[in-house]
């Protein structure tokens, strides 16, 4: 296959940040790997993603940098990065997952310099990710959730703590998508939330009666407590300042080791989310737009968990069974009236 290439000279090519000082200066040689890295993360964050997904892209791209990181983008070639891919899973210091982590950051940043003309060549076009083994979902057993529920102080602080862990479960946010949650995301009336997951996307989540009451009953008492400026929907005991980002698995973590729990996270309540759905019978399709899945690939990963029945479901729902055998069956109770 040829290489793709374009014509235009480096002095040509457009800057993706016009006017922006804070650009690293490209010499006349080309743009370096750090230099590229730095112009895509500084579009990352132009462009809203959120701060997770720009550190995914930074944490990945240092292994680039680090070997790669003076050399001019252009010339890098996709042999060079199979290489340096090879010489990690060789030594058996990164997993396959991680090495499918570094070919999307490498892919992403490559693939948007040369859309924005900033390379002739895209070394990453013909970079493929390895086969890694599908890795299971944790999730947290009855027990343990009553645990620390049960464990949780009857204060302030035990309140919000319990209703950012039923909303956790009952509707299965991610992190962040529960702590930018604001005032006004919130319908208990109608028992849903708005949420802004990855990208800006904005989807409504449904939530259940009991946890629309714990929500009542958190409100109650954070009106008492926080400014009339304040939208957010999580703050402190103190003054009412917002909650960061870190605080919940922190939280979860200290509980689990004082009351000798085995170790719980915040995504684990995602996950438990996710299976208990399926375990009671619900569309993975309808799971995959409750957990805002770009593709339902991704809520696949929790059927073998659930320990779906699919044989049964089958003969529950055969096309078959429904259209022909019962319409028979009809025909022939209404014969012998």
């Not at 000082?21 to 964050?45: K, N, Y």
């Not at 396959?96 to 570094?102: D, M, S, V, W």
């Amino acid at each position: 296959m040829p290489r793709e290439s374009r014509s235009h000279d480096a002095t040509d090519r457009k800057s993706p940040f016009p006017g922006d000082s804070r650009s690293p200066d490209v010499s006349e040689a080309g743009m370096t790997i750090h230099q590229m890295s730095v112009l895509f993360l500084a579009r990352c964050r132009a462009e809203r993603l959120s701060e997770n997904t720009v550190s995914f892209y930074k944490k990945y791209l240092e292994y680039l940098e680090k070997e790669h990181g003076d050399k001019v983008a252009e010339r890098v070639t996709v042999h060079q990065l199979r290489e340096l891919l090879a010489v990690h899973q060789g030594k058996g210091l990164l997993s396959p997952t991680t090495i499918n982590h570094l070919v999307a950051s490498w892919r992403a940043a490559f693939t948007w310099a040369y859309k924005e003309e900033l390379l002739e060549v895209n070394p990453t076009a013909r970079l493929k990710k390895i086969k890694a083994p599908i890795r299971v979902p944790e999730v947290i057993c009855a027990e343990t959730l009553k645990a620390i529920l049960a464990a949780l102080p009857s204060d302030f602080k035990g309140l919000r703590d319990k209703t950012m862990l039923y909303i956790l479960l009952d509707a299965g946010l991610r992190l962040s998508e529960l702590m930018n949650l604001q005032l006004e995301d919130v319908d208990v009336a109608h028992g849903t939330l708005t949420v802004i997951g990855k990208g800006d996307k904005q989807r409504q989540v449904p939530i259940s009666p009991a946890t629309s009451a714990q929500i009542v009953r958190y409100l109650g008492h954070r009106s008492k407590k926080a400014p009339a400026y304040q939208t957010a929907l999580w703050i402190s005991d103190r003054g009412g300042r917002v909650l960061n980002d870190y605080y919940l698995g922190h939280m979860l973590k200290e509980l689990c080791i004082t009351q000798g729990l085995s170790h719980v996270h915040p995504h684990m309540f995602r996950h438990t989310c996710a299976t208990e759905l399926l375990r009671a019978g619900a569309n993975p399709m309808h799971v995959q737009m409750l957990l805002g899945h770009a593709s339902v690939t991704t809520t696949q990963r929790y059927v073998h968990l659930a320990g779906v029945d699919i044989t049964a479901m089958h003969q529950h729902a055969s096309p078959v069974g429904r259209m022909l055998q019962n319409q028979r069956t009809r025909r022939g109770g209404g014969g012998r009236g």
